[in-house]
Structures are given as structure tokens and as C-alpha cells.
């Protein structure tokens, strides 16, 4: 079964730097797409990036991009999002997920698989 275990998150200031990371286990990852999307309070759930473990292939959700870099780690079936020029409206929490999908549909899809997600808090 697949299981995706986050790590990372926190409170930080305005301006600051967070590293999120999504480790997948319980499958066979080599065309999975593993991404992140985040839901704040009282607004809907955005993609915030994903990489597909196979091409490489990564997107970036709008709201984020120029601050925001996705990258793998093959050998330990993990991705990592690393967060820069943080700002209040980056406050959610950040949902890891994953599925066997192009980048380009996972990113407009509700993926097959989640962790339980990280808050992230940013306070100006």
C-alpha cells in the first residue's frame, strides 16, 4: 500500500525559507508523479508543484512560481519542496501526493494517493 510520510513545515517569518519533503513507500514509483498542493483555511486546494520520478518532467503552481523549487531524490523515492520569499498567504497546510500520472494531469487532478499533510505558517 502506498504510504507518503512529509516532513518539514513550521512557523516562519515573512521573507523566510521552509524545506518540505515527501518520502514514498509501498509501490513502484518509476512513473509516478509526486507532488505537493496546499489548502488554507476557508480556501480552496491549490497545486503548488510536482515532479514526475521517471521524465523529470515538473510543473509549478502560479501563485508560486519564481519562489518555489521541486527536486528528487531517486534512491530514496523522495521529493523536496523548497520554499523561498515566504509570505502570510503561503500559510496552509501542504499536502503531499502522488500518482501515476503525467505532471500535467496530476496537477488539475485529485490524486490517487496523500499524506497527511504539514502546516506551514508564515507570520509577518
Known amino acids: 500500500q502506498v504510504q507518503l510520510v512529509e516532513s518539514g513545515g513550521g512557523l516562519v517569518q515573512s521573507g523566510g525559507s521552509l524545506r518540505l519533503s515527501c518520502t514514498a513507500s509501498?509501490?513502484?514509483?518509476?512513473?509516478?508523479?509526486l507532488g505537493w498542493f496546499r489548502q488554507g483555511t476557508g480556501k480552496q486546494r491549490e497545486f503548488v508543484a510536482g515532479?514526475?520520478?521517471?521524465?523529470?518532467?515538473?510543473y509549478y503552481g502560479d501563485s508560486v512560481k519564481g519562489r518555489v523549487s521541486i527536486s528528487k531524490d531517486d534512491a530514496k523515492t523522495t521529493v523536496h519542496l523548497q520554499m523561498t520569499d515566504l509570505v502570510p498567504e503561503d500559510t496552509a497546510i501542504y499536502y503531499c501526493a502522488a500518482e501515476d500520472l503525467p505532471v500535467t494531469i496530476f496537477m488539475e487532478a485529485t490524486p490517487a494517493y496523500w499524506g497527511r499533510g504539514t502546516q506551514v505558517t508564515v507570520v509577518s
Open positions: 509501498g509501490g513502484s514509483f518509476s512513473r509516478y508523479t
Open positions: 515532479i514526475n520520478l521517471g521524465s523529470g518532467n515538473l
